[in-house]
């Protein structure tokens, strides 16, 4: 899982999303998204906005949580085992 700590970057700083807003030109919407970890996919360029406006490195903003349990059956691994098996030496 991947977690979105833009609420607590903003919070360490002092900032507001409008203060993000106003810095980076990213839509209210989209930073609120992100604040509230609703959003289901994030524009590279914005994280790179994001980074450059705050002064800080991506893993302040990005975490990566790994689950408890692997997710299986997703169709990326799948492809891999199907490729690797077809390509054995």
Do not use: F
Not at 15 to 44: F, S
Not at 48 to 74: F, H, M, Q
Not at 80 to 86: D, H, M, P, R, T
């Amino acid at each position: 899982m991947v977690k979105i700590l833009l609420s607590r970057k903003l919070g360490e700083l002092r900032w507001t999303q409008a203060d993000l807003d106003r810095k980076t030109g990213i839509r209210p919407t989209t930073i609120n998204e992100m604040y509230h970890e609703i959003c289901e996919r994030v524009n590279l360029e914005h994280l790179d906005l994001i980074c450059e406006a705050l002064n800080c490195d991506l893993s302040e903003i990005l975490v990566r949580i790994p689950d408890p349990v692997p997710k299986t059956g997703n169709r990326a691994g799948k492809k891999n085992i199907e490729y690797a098996s077809s390509h054995s030496i």
